[in-house]
């Protein structure tokens, strides 16, 4: 069946740095856009930053701009997301996402369980 | 990129219709034909269940419709059921490529 698995959270002091991946299943990755998508405890879903199906563009929220980077390896059907000055208000759970044209337009059509990230000292 | 603006909670008895709005500006949802709505249950991922302002995914119920009219987007719920509860999201593309969600609007089956 189709699949996302996030890994790669954990507890991080602040200033750190962090690498989130995304592994799907059941469907062709290289076929579909990508996103991250961050939910902090209690609070309401932000999106965080998308890569395009053969990673040539990406687009960030000005939250994490400047300090994250996207990217894919299709050859290994995986996205990922560095974080890097990680600050205590980055601490959220998250997602990966993905985006299918043909059977959902322009939204997040399939959803991983989310990894968790906790910055703190 | 300030998040969409949703009602913090709306309510409704089993049966009845709800309507959740989700206001932007002409620089998202004014200028998006790309508006979706996510449902989320306690300790779920969210699902969407409204993609393109008001086309439904295979599966969703018929009872869930969306709309939009100028700068705001609306989501529908007929014929309220005790599952509807939940958190709704509405989400939107901006006219620079990014993406914005609205607050969260929390639906309370009486």
């Known amino acids: 069946q189709v699949q996302l698995v996030e890994s790669g959270g954990g507890v991080v002091q602040p200033g750190g740095s962090l690498r989130l991946s995304c592994t799907g299943s059941g469907f062709t990755f290289s076929i579909n856009g990508m996103h991250w998508v961050r939910q902090a405890p209690g609070k309401g879903l932000e999106w965080v930053a998308a890569?395009?199906?053969?990673?040539?563009?990406?687009r960030y929220a000005d939250s994490v701009k400047g300090r994250s980077t996207i990217s894919r390896d299709n050859s290994k059907s995986t996205m990922y997301l560095q974080i890097s000055s990680l600050r205590v208000e980055d601490t959220a759970l998250y997602y990966c996402?993905?985006?299918?044209?043909?059977?959902?337009?322009?939204?997040?059509?399939?959803w991983g369980q989310g990894t968790m990230v906790t910055v703190s000292s | 990129q300030s998040a969409l603006t949703q009602p913090a909670s709306v309510s409704g008895s089993p049966g009845q219709s709800i309507t959740i709005s989700c206001t932007g500006t002409?620089?998202?949802?004014?200028?998006?034909?790309?508006v979706s709505w996510y449902q989320q249950h306690p300790g779920e991922a969210p699902k969407v269940i409204i993609y393109?302002?008001?086309n439904r995914p295979s599966g969703v119920s018929n009872r869930f419709s969306g709309s939009k009219s100028g700068n705001t987007a609306s989501l529908t719920v007929s014929g309220l059921q005790a599952e509807d509860e939940a958190d709704y999201y509405c989400y939107s593309y901006t006219d620079n490529n990014l993406r914005l969600f609205g607050g969260g609007t929390k639906l309370t089956v009486l």
């Open positions: 890569i395009r199906n053969d990673g040539s563009i990406t």
């Open positions: 002409s620089s998202d949802i004014g200028s998006s034909n790309y």
């Open positions: 393109d302002v008001f």
């Open positions: 996402a993905r985006e299918d044209w043909a059977l959902a337009g322009r939204s997040l059509d399939v």
